[in-house]
C-alpha cells in the first residue's frame, strides 16, 4: 500500500520554456569558431583563454577513440586545438607539448575545457596550459585536471617544408595490411570506422611511408578543422609497424609541430625513427603539398588502469582520512571568566585537581543535580559547566554501556535547564581520539564522541568536546581554548599543551592496479564471515567477494538467519555464482552464541576474514533519546564488534573489516546512539591496528540502497541530509571504495559521497561543519572572541524601522519560510500560516532544525519546545516579535540598535593593525553622547591609553566583546 500525506495535497504547476540559444559576446566573450574550443576571452597582460566541452557525442567522433575501453580524446586532438589557438595569438608553431595526463570522457558525462595562453616571453614564445575537470564539478567536488603543457612560437626561420610527390618512392617495399586493424584492436585500440583509415605502407630501411583517407562519411568534418583529429591520428598508426609488442603506445610528447595546409581529407605520410622511441612525421596532402611537420613525437605505453584512473581524474573518490590539525594556541585572549567554572564531580578527582593546579577557578558539584540546587538558590550561573569522562582503559562491553549512559544523562540534565541556556558543556575525555601518532585509544570513552558530535549537531554553540592528555600544560591551555575556539572548533584535542582540531582530508590512493594487488581479502579457500550477512550491505558484500575476488565460502549472519526476507534467494544466487554459502541465525553480541558459530567453522576452510555490517537504528534527539535505546543499539554494533575482535585473536585473519557510519564523525542530527556505536568500531579498528592486528573501520555515508543510515528516513529526512552535504552513492562506487580502502593501510577510512556546494549554513562560527572545513576551498572563517559568539542579528536589521504590521508581516514569512525549507517544498507560499507543524509532517527532529534555522537568523536561543509551545506559523511568528522586538524598543531605536548590531559584529573581526585611528573617532562619538566625562582626568586617560586599552574600555562600557 502507499502512505498518504496527512496533509492536503499541495498543487504546483511547472511550464517548460524555451531557452533561447545564448550569445556569449553579450558577456563579453568572443566566438573561437573551433569545434571543440568554442569561446575565447583575452585576459590582462596578454593572456588568452579558451573555453571548450566535450561529451561522448560531442565531437562526433570522439566516442570511436576508445583505448582499453576507455573514450579518451587523442593526442592528434590537443594538436589540433592548440594550433587553432595558436593562430588566434600570432603563433603558427607548437614548439613543444608533453602530456601529463589522459582526458578520458566517461559515458554521461560532460567535461569542461580549458587552454590558457600566456604572454610572449622575451624570445617570443608563449607557455600554455590545458586542463580539464567533470562539468558538474561543484555539486561533486571535482578539481581541474592538468592535462598538457608546452610553449607555442612563431616559425621565422624561412624554411619551406618538403613535398611528397614521388610517391610511392622508388625502391620501398609495400607492407602487408590486410590483417593490420585485427591486430591493432587486438592490443586494446578499439577504434571506429572514423579513426581506421590506414590505407597503404611501403618500407625503405628506417622509414615508413603510409597513405590515409578519412571515410566518406567523416569529409564534411575535416573542413572544421584545421587537421581532422582522426586523420592525424590514423597517420600515426603506422609506427606500431616497428612496435611489434603486445599494448597500446600513444603520445606523450611533440616538439616542432606546424600547419600548412588545411582541410586534407586523404595523406601521404612519411615517417622516420630517429630513436626507438621517436619519429619524424611529415605530412602532405593526396598531391604531395605539404599539410603539415612533426620535429619529433615520442610515444609510450599505456596501461589500462592508467586509462581507468584518468576516467576517475578530477572528482574526489570519496574516501577520506579524519587528521588531527594543529590550530594555533590563541596566546594574548582575555580567558578569565566571570564566574567560576562549574565543575560537575568529584573534589578530588583527576581532573579538578588538573584544572585548579593550572590556575582555573572552579566550583564543584556533585552532579547536575547539584548544580541545579545551587541555582535555585541563588548561585551565579557560570559560563562554563564542565564534566570530566574519566578513562578506564576497560575493554568490558558493560564499561562503554555505563560510560555512554552517565554523559548521556549529564547532557540531558544540563540542557533541560533553562537556568543555564546562555552557559555551555565542556566535555572532558582522555584518550577517546587519537590525536597524534603514538596515542593509545580508550574504548570505553569513544563513544562519547560520536554521542556528543549528535548532541552538537542539534544544539549548536551549547557543548563543547575536548579530548585532553594529562600533562599540566595542556590543562593550562584550556582556558584559551575555550575562550576563542569553543564556537568555531566544538571539538578539539590537547596534546602537551598544544591544539588539535579534526578535519577530513581527501586519501591519497594508490593506482588502480597497485590497489588491486594489494588489497587484503582473504584466500578464496578459506571462511569469510559477515555479519548482517543477509540485509542490504552484507547481501552486496557477499555478492561482490564472489564475483570479484573468487570467495568460495560464506558464512552469513544475522538474526533471523535463513528466515530473514531475501535469505533464500541471496543462497540460491551466491550458489549458482560458485560459493558454499551458510546462512545461520546468530546473535553475534551474544558471546557464547558466537563462540559456538566460530567453533563450528570446517577446519578445511579455517575462517579467514571477518566483515562486520550488523547493525540497528533507534533514533531521537539526544533530550528525549532513553538509556535502553542507547544500549540497544550497541549491542548490534559495540558489543559483537569486541566479541568477534576477542574471540579471533588466535585467528589468522588477513582482512577485520567494521561497517562503520559517518554520523559519528559530522554528527547526524537524531543520531546520538548510531553515531556512538560506529564511533566504537572505529576505535576498535585503532585499537587493533596499534596492536598489530589487520583492522579497517570504514565509515560509510549514504548508500543508494534500502539499508543504512539512511533506510529509515523519509523525504524530509533524505532532504535533511541531504542539506548537510550527504548524497546517496550508488552501489557500484560504494564497492570500489570497500576495495580502495582495503588496499590502504588506514585503520579508519571515511567513504561517503559528500555535496561540499549543497553544504547548508550552520550557527556553528563559520557556517559548515568543522570537520568538513578543507574539504570546501575558499570558506569564510569567523573567531569568537572571549568566549563569546559574534551573532548578526539579520532579522532585527530587517524589522528596523518597520512599523508593528510591516513587521508582523515579515516575521511570518521568515517563519513559513523556515518551514518550507525544512520540509523540502519550494515556495513558503505552500505553508498554512494557520495550520498546526505536526499536521504538516514536523517531527522531533525537523522541530530541532526548524529551531536552529530560526536562532541562526535571529540570535535567539529559542528552546527546544518552541513549537511546541507556539503550534502553528502565525502563533511562532508573534512569539518571534517579542524576543526579537521587545515592546520597550521603540520603531527609532531600531535602527540605531541593528546598526550596533553590526559595529559589535565588525569589531569582532578587527585584526590589531586596523585599529589605529578607530579608538580615538570611537571615544568623541561617546563623548558626544555624553556617557563619557569629559574631564581632564578621563580625556588624559584617554589620550594616553593605547589602542588595545581604549578597546578594553569600550568593551566594558558597551558590553562589546
Given at each position: 500500500h502507499t502512505d498518504l500525506p496527512t496533509y492536503p495535497f499541495q498543487h504546483q504547476s511547472y511550464w517548460l520554456h524555451h531557452a533561447p540559444a545564448t550569445d556569449v559576446t553579450t558577456a563579453g566573450i568572443t566566438p573561437s569558431h573551433h569545434p571543440i574550443l568554442t569561446a575565447t576571452i583575452e585576459l590582462p597582460e596578454g593572456t588568452q583563454l579558451f573555453t571548450g566541452r566535450l561529451t561522448q557525442n560531442s565531437p562526433s567522433w570522439l566516442a570511436e577513440h576508445a583505448v582499453h575501453d576507455t573514450v579518451v580524446l587523442p593526442g592528434t586532438a590537443f594538436i589540433d586545438l592548440l594550433l587553432h589557438a595558436a593562430e588566434q595569438v600570432g603563433c603558427d608553431r607548437i614548439e613543444e607539448l608533453t602530456h601529463h595526463s589522459f582526458l578520458a570522457v566517461p559515458d554521461q558525462e560532460a567535461r569542461q575545457l580549458r587552454v590558457v595562453i600566456s604572454a610572449a616571453d622575451a624570445e617570443g614564445l608563449r607557455s600554455f596550459d590545458v586542463h580539464s575537470r567533470p562539468e558538474n564539478a561543484a555539486a561533486e567536488g571535482a578539481e581541474w585536471t592538468h592535462h598538457a603543457s608546452g610553449h607555442l612560437s612563431a616559425d621565422r626561420s624561412g624554411r619551406a617544408p618538403r613535398e611528397l610527390t614521388a610517391w610511392p618512392p622508388a625502391g620501398a617495399l609495400p607492407v602487408d595490411l590486410a590483417e593490420f586493424y585485427d591486430r591493432f584492436t587486438a592490443r586494446g585500440y578499439h577504434y571506429g570506422s572514423a579513426f581506421q583509415s590506414f590505407r597503404a605502407a611501403w618500407r625503405q630501411g628506417d622509414t615508413i611511408y603510409a597513405e590515409i583517407a578519412l571515410p566518406d562519411e567523416v569529409h564534411s568534418d575535416a573542413a572544421t578543422y584545421g587537421i581532422h583529429p582522426a586523420l592525424l591520428d590514423a597517420a600515426l598508426h603506422p609506427l606500431m609497424l616497428w612496435f611489434e609488442e603486445h599494448g597500446v603506445r600513444l603520445p606523450f610528447s611533440w616538439n616542432g609541430v606546424a600547419l600548412h595546409s588545411f582541410g586534407a581529407t586523404r595523406l601521404r605520410v612519411k615517417l622516420t625513427r630517429s630513436t626507438q622511441d621517436a619519429v619524424t612525421l611529415e605530412i602532405a596532402d593526396a598531391t604531395g603539398m605539404p599539410v603539415a611537420t612533426i620535429d619529433s613525437l615520442t610515444m609510450r605505453p599505456v596501461s589500462a588502469e592508467q586509462l581507468a584512473a584518468a576516467a576517475r581524474s578530477g572528482r574526489r573518490d570519496s574516501l577520506y582520512r579524519l587528521e588531527w590539525t594543529e590550530v594555533p594556541s590563541p596566546a594574548g585572549e582575555d580567558a578569565a571568566p566571570t564566574v567560576p567554572w562549574a565543575v560537575l564531580g568529584a573534589e578530588d578527582s583527576e581532573a579538578t585537581a588538573a584544572l585548579v593546579a593550572s590556575g582555573v577557578a572552579v566550583r564543584v558539584y556533585d552532579g547536575p543535580a547539584a548544580l541545579s540546587a545551587a541555582l535555585a538558590e541563588g548561585a551565579d550561573v557560570a559560563e562554563l559547566v564542565v564534566t570530566a569522562v574519566a578513562r578506564t582503559d576497560s575493554t568490558d562491553p558493560a564499561r562503554v554501556h555505563a560510560v555512554g549512559q552517565d554523559v548521556l544523562r549529564t547532557v540531558q540534565e544540563f540542557l533541560s535547564d533553562d537556568r543555564l541556556a546562555s552557559a555551555r558543556l565542556v566535555v572532558l575525555t582522555g584518550g577517546a581520539v587519537t590525536a597524534r601518532d603514538g596515542d593509545a585509544v580508550d574504548l570505553a570513552t569513544a563513544p562519547v564522541c560520536g554521542l556528543i558530535r549528535s548532541a552538537q549537531s542539534e544544539q549548536p554553540g551549547r557543548i563543547v568536546l575536548i579530548d585532553v592528555d594529562d600533562k599540566p600544560d595542556s590543562y593550562r591551555a584550556l582556558p584559551d581554548a575555550l575562550a576563542a575556539f569553543s564556537v568555531s572548533e566544538p571539538h578539539l584535542a590537547v596534546r602537551d599543551g598544544q591544539l588539535?582540531?579534526?578535519?577530513?582530508?581527501?586519501?591519497?590512493?594508490?593506482?588502480?592496479?597497485?590497489?588491486?594487488?594489494?588489497?587484503?581479502?582473504?584466500?578464496?579457500?578459506?571462511?569469510?564471515?559477515?555479519?548482517?550477512?543477509?540485509?542490504?550491505?552484507?547481501?552486496?558484500?557477499?555478492?561482490?567477494?564472489?564475483?570479484?575476488?573468487?570467495?568460495?565460502?560464506?558464512?552469513?549472519?544475522?538474526?533471523?538467519?535463513?528466515?530473514?526476507?531475501?535469505?533464500?534467494?541471496?543462497?540460491?544466487?551466491?550458489?549458482?555464482?560458485?560459493?558454499?554459502?551458510?546462512?545461520?541465525?546468530?546473535?553475534?553480541?551474544?558471546?557464547?552464541?558466537?563462540?559456538?558459530?566460530?567453533?563450528?567453522?570446517?577446519?578445511?576452510?579455517?575462517?579467514?576474514?571477518?566483515?562486520?555490517?550488523?547493525?540497528?537504528?533507534?533514533?531521537?534527539?539526544?533530550?528525549?533519546?532513553?538509556?535502553?535505546?542507547?544500549?540497544?543499539?550497541?549491542?548490534?554494533?559495540?558489543?559483537?564488534?569486541?566479541?568477534?575482535?576477542?574471540?579471533?585473536?588466535?585467528?589468522?585473519?588477513?582482512?577485520?573489516?567494521?561497517?562503520?557510519?559517518?554520523?559519528?564523525?559530522?554528527?547526524?542530527?537524531?543520531?546520538?546512539?548510531?553515531?556512538?556505536?560506529?564511533?566504537?568500531?572505529?576505535?576498535?579498528?585503532?585499537?587493533?591496528?596499534?596492536?598489530?592486528?589487520?583492522?579497517?573501520?570504514?565509515?560509510?555515508?549514504?548508500?543508494?540502497?534500502?539499508?543504512?543510515?539512511?533506510?529509515?528516513?523519509?523525504?524530509?529526512?533524505?532532504?535533511?541530509?541531504?542539506?548537510?552535504?550527504?548524497?546517496?552513492?550508488?552501489?557500484?562506487?560504494?564497492?570500489?571504495?570497500?576495495?580502495?580502502?582495503?588496499?590502504?593501510?588506514?585503520?579508519?577510512?571515511?567513504?561517503?559521497?559528500?555535496?561540499?556546494?549543497?553544504?547548508?549554513?550552520?550557527?556553528?562560527?563559520?557556517?559548515?561543519?568543522?570537520?568538513?572545513?578543507?574539504?570546501?576551498?575558499?570558506?569564510?572563517?569567523?573567531?569568537?572572541?572571549?568566549?563569546?559568539?559574534?551573532?548578526?542579528?539579520?532579522?532585527?536589521?530587517?524589522?528596523?524601522?518597520?512599523?508593528?504590521?510591516?513587521?508582523?508581516?515579515?516575521?511570518?514569512?521568515?517563519?513559513?519560510?523556515?518551514?518550507?525549507?525544512?520540509?523540502?517544498?519550494?515556495?513558503?507560499?505552500?505553508?498554512?500560516?494557520?495550520?498546526?507543524?505536526?499536521?504538516?509532517?514536523?517531527?522531533?527532529?525537523?522541530?530541532?532544525?526548524?529551531?536552529?534555522?530560526?536562532?541562526?537568523?535571529?540570535?535567539?536561543?529559542?528552546?527546544?519546545?518552541?513549537?511546541?509551545?507556539?503550534?502553528?506559523?502565525?502563533?511562532?511568528?508573534?512569539?518571534?516579535?517579542?524576543?526579537?522586538?521587545?515592546?520597550?524598543?521603540?520603531?527609532?531605536?531600531?535602527?540605531?540598535?541593528?546598526?550596533?548590531?553590526?559595529?559589535?559584529?565588525?569589531?569582532?573581526?578587527?585584526?590589531?593593525?586596523?585599529?589605529?585611528?578607530?579608538?580615538?573617532?570611537?571615544?568623541?562619538?561617546?563623548?558626544?553622547?555624553?556617557?563619557?566625562?569629559?574631564?581632564?582626568?578621563?580625556?588624559?586617560?584617554?589620550?594616553?591609553?593605547?589602542?588595545?586599552?581604549?578597546?578594553?574600555?569600550?568593551?566594558?562600557?558597551?558590553?562589546?566583546?
Open positions: 588539535y582540531a579534526p578535519r577530513l582530508a581527501e586519501a591519497v590512493l594508490p593506482d588502480r592496479g597497485e590497489a588491486a594487488g594489494t588489497t587484503r581479502l582473504p584466500d578464496p579457500d578459506g571462511t569469510i564471515l559477515i555479519t548482517g550477512g543477509t540485509g542490504a550491505l552484507g547481501a552486496l558484500v557477499a555478492r561482490h567477494l564472489v564475483t570479484e575476488y573468487g570467495a568460495q565460502h560464506l558464512l552469513l549472519t544475522s538474526r533471523r538467519g535463513p528466515q530473514a526476507p531475501g535469505a533464500t534467494e541471496l543462497a540460491d544466487e551466491l550458489t549458482a555464482l560458485g560459493a558454499q554459502v551458510t546462512i545461520t541465525a546468530c546473535d553475534t553480541a551474544d558471546r557464547d552464541a558466537l563462540a559456538v558459530l566460530l567453533a563450528a567453522v570446517p577446519g578445511e576452510h579455517p575462517l579467514t576474514a571477518v566483515i562486520h555490517t550488523a547493525g540497528i537504528l533507534d533514533d531521537a534527539t539526544i533530550t528525549s533519546l532513553t538509556p535502553d535505546q542507547l544500549s540497544a543499539v550497541l549491542r548490534p554494533k559495540a558489543d559483537a564488534a569486541w566479541h568477534l575482535h576477542e574471540l579471533t585473536l588466535d585467528t589468522d585473519l588477513s582482512a577485520f573489516v567494521l561497517f562503520s557510519s559517518i554520523a559519528g564523525v559530522i554528527g547526524s542530527a537524531g543520531q546520538a546512539t548510531y553515531a556512538a556505536a560506529n564511533t566504537y568500531l572505529d576505535a576498535l579498528a585503532q585499537h587493533r591496528h596499534t596492536n598489530g592486528l589487520p583492522a579497517t573501520s570504514v565509515a560509510w555515508g549514504l548508500w543508494d540502497t534500502e539499508a543504512g543510515m539512511g533506510s529509515a528516513l523519509d523525504a524530509t529526512g533524505q532532504a535533511r541530509l541531504a542539506r548537510t552535504g550527504l548524497v546517496p552513492m550508488p552501489s557500484e562506487q560504494g564497492l570500489r571504495l570497500f576495495d580502495l580502502a582495503l588496499s590502504l593501510d588506514d585503520a579508519f577510512m571515511v567513504a561517503a559521497k559528500i555535496n561540499t556546494a549543497g553544504l547548508v549554513t550552520r550557527d556553528d562560527g563559520d557556517g559548515l561543519p568543522a570537520v568538513l572545513r578543507r574539504l570546501v576551498r575558499g570558506s569564510a572563517r569567523r573567531t569568537a572572541r572571549a568566549g563569546t559568539a559574534v551573532v548578526t542579528n539579520a532579522l532585527a536589521k530587517a524589522l528596523a524601522g518597520r512599523s508593528e504590521e510591516e513587521q508582523a508581516v515579515l516575521l511570518l514569512e521568515h517563519v513559513r519560510t523556515q518551514v518550507a525549507a525544512v520540509l523540502g517544498h519550494n515556495s513558503p507560499g505552500t505553508i498554512d500560516a494557520d495550520r498546526g507543524f505536526l499536521e504538516m509532517g514536523i517531527d522531533s527532529l525537523t522541530a530541532v532544525e526548524l529551531r536552529n534555522n530560526l536562532n541562526s537568523g535571529s540570535g535567539l536561543r529559542l528552546p527546544a519546545t518552541v513549537l511546541f509551545d507556539y503550534p502553528t506559523p502565525a502563533a511562532l511568528a508573534a512569539h518571534l516579535r517579542t524576543e526579537v522586538v521587545p515592546e520597550e524598543s521603540s520603531s527609532v531605536d531600531l535602527p540605531v540598535m541593528a546598526e550596533l548590531d553590526r559595529i559589535e559584529s565588525d569589531l569582532a573581526a578587527l585584526v590589531p593593525d586596523a585599529r589605529t585611528g578607530l579608538a580615538a573617532r570611537l571615544k568623541e562619538v561617546l563623548l558626544k553622547l555624553g556617557e563619557l566625562d569629559d574631564s581632564t582626568d578621563t580625556a588624559e586617560k584617554l589620550d594616553s591609553a593605547t589602542d588595545d586599552e581604549i578597546f578594553d574600555f569600550i568593551d566594558k562600557e558597551l558590553g562589546i566583546s
